[in-house]
T-cell receptor, first 113, second 116 residues
Framework: GENVEQHPSTLSVQEGDSAVIKCTYSDSASNYFPWYKQELGKRPQLIIDIRSNVGEKKDQRIAVTLNKTAKHFSLHITETQPEDSAVYFCAARYTGTASKLTFGTGTRLQVTL | DVKVTQSSRYLVKRTGEKVFLECVQDMDHENMFWYRQDPGLGLRLIYFSYDVKMKEKGDIPEGYSVSREKKERFSLILESASTNQTSMYLC???????????????FGPGTRLTVL
C-alpha cells in the first residue's frame, strides 16, 4: 500500500516569513495529492490539491509543487500570518483505491509575531 | 454547503462496552470514511464505504466494524471497547471519483472517545 512521510513535525516561523512542508510518497501510481489544514479544535479542511499531470499549483499565498520522479511534494506558504498557525496534513491517493487517501503524520506550524 | 455531522463531540465509555459512533452527511455523497486521529500518527483510515451496504477495510480495521444501511449514514462500531481505542474519531465523505475524478473529502467535527 501507499506510505506517506511528512516533515517536519513542528515548524515555527516569524510572521511574514515563508514556511515549507515536505512529503514523500512510496507508490509511483499515486495521482492526487491534497493538503488539509486543521485549526485547533476544528475539523480538517482542504486548502489546496494537485494532480499528477501538474507540476505546480498556486492559490494566493499558498502553493504546492510536485516532483513525480523523486516522489515528493511540498506545501509553500508565503508571507505567513498568525491565522496560518495550525496542523497541516499532506495525503496521497493511489489510483487503485478509489477515493482512499493515505495521510502524512502532520506538521504543526506556529507563526509567531 | 456540505455538512457532515457526528452524533457526539465527547463520549466516555467503559472497557468492554459496545460503542456506536454515527456520521451523517447531507450532500448525497457516495463515499464515506472513518478515521482515527492520534498525536504524531496523523489520520489513519479504519474503514470506508463507496456505496450503501458496501464497505472496505482501511489500514487499521482491527477491533472495529461498520454499517451503512442508508446512503447518508455511516456508523462505526466498537464491539468491545478497549483503552487503546481512546482517540479522536473523524468521519468524512466525498463524491465518487468515477464520473468526475477524485473529489475533496469533507470532514465531520470529530468525536473524542475516552475508554476507561
Amino acid at each position: 500500500g501507499e506510505n506517506v512521510e511528512q516533515h517536519p513535525s513542528t515548524l515555527s516561523v516569524q510572521e511574514g516569513d515563508s514556511a515549507v512542508i515536505k512529503c514523500t510518497y512510496s507508490d509511483s501510481a499515486s495521482n492526487y495529492f491534497p493538503w488539509y489544514k486543521q485549526e485547533l479544535g476544528k475539523r480538517p479542511q482542504l486548502i489546496i490539491d494537485i494532480r499528477s499531470n501538474v507540476g505546480e499549483k498556486k492559490d494566493q499565498r499558498i502553493a504546492v509543487t510536485l516532483n513525480k520522479t523523486a516522489k515528493h511534494f511540498s506545501l509553500h506558504i508565503t508571507e505567513t500570518q498568525p491565522e496560518d498557525s495550525a496542523v497541516y496534513f499532506c495525503a496521497a491517493r493511489y489510483t487503485g483505491t478509489a477515493s482512499k487517501l493515505t495521510f502524512g503524520t502532520g506538521t504543526r506550524l506556529q507563526v509567531t509575531l | 454547503d456540505v455538512k457532515v455531522t457526528q452524533s457526539s463531540r465527547y463520549l466516555v465509555k467503559r472497557t468492554g462496552e459496545k460503542v456506536f459512533l454515527e456520521c451523517v452527511q447531507d450532500m448525497d455523497h457516495e463515499n464515506m470514511f472513518w478515521y482515527r486521529q492520534d498525536p504524531g500518527l496523523g489520520l489513519r483510515l479504519i474503514y470506508f464505504s463507496y456505496d450503501v451496504k458496501m464497505k472496505e477495510k482501511g489500514d487499521i480495521p482491527e477491533g472495529y466494524s461498520v454499517s451503512r444501511e442508508k446512503k447518508e449514514r455511516f456508523s462505526l462500531i466498537l464491539e468491545s471497547a478497549s483503552t487503546n481505542q481512546t482517540s479522536m474519531y473523524l468521519c468524512a465523505s466525498s463524491l465518487s471519483p468515477i464520473l468526475a475524478g477524485v473529489r475533496e473529502q469533507f470532514f465531520g467535527p470529530g468525536t473524542r472517545l475516552t475508554v476507561l
